[in-house]
Structures are given as structure tokens and as C-alpha cells.
């Protein structure tokens, strides 16, 4: 596993089955950029980018998202 600390590139997809069908997110961390892009699978995704003065908040906005994701159901899309 990555130190946190380290990483200043990073992206992760992730998925989400529920009545309405399978939602996506796709959240990317490009040095003091965090970018959030979501939807319904096969739609249009919605994009939010997120501009922090130091890559350090960026980091811990980015972590602290993808820790989101995972309570709240998301499973990720890549993994083993």
C-alpha cells in the first residue's frame, strides 16, 4: 500500500448497484486538484473539480472521499 503522504496522482472508480440501476464514480487526485465524476452508468457523467492551495488538502480531501465511498456501499471497480 501507497503512504498517503506520497501520492500526489491517483485515480479510483467505483460502483454502486441500487433501485435506480449502477452509479458511478470516478474520483482522481491530480496534485491540488481533486476531481469528482459521477452518474448512472451509461449516462452523461457530472464532473466537480476541486482546487485547494496545497497539495497536503487535496490529499486528505481526496482520502477522506474515497473512505466515503467505501461507507457508503461503493465497491471498487478495480480491485482483485
Request: glycine letters at 4%; a positive charge; aromatic letters at 8%.
Amino acid at each position: 500500500a501507497k503512504t498517503d503522504d506520497a501520492v500526489t496522482f491517483e485515480t479510483r472508480a467505483f460502483t454502486r448497484r441500487d433501485a435506480s440501476g449502477e452509479q458511478v464514480v470516478q474520483l482522481s487526485l491530480e496534485r491540488n486538484r481533486v476531481r469528482v465524476r459521477w452518474g448512472k452508468a451509461g449516462d452523461e457523467p457530472r464532473l466537480q473539480t476541486l482546487k485547494f492551495n496545497t497539495e497536503a488538502d487535496a490529499r486528505r480531501t481526496y482520502f477522506a472521499r474515497l473512505a466515503e465511498l467505501d461507507a457508503k456501499g461503493y465497491l471498487d471497480a478495480v480491485a482483485d
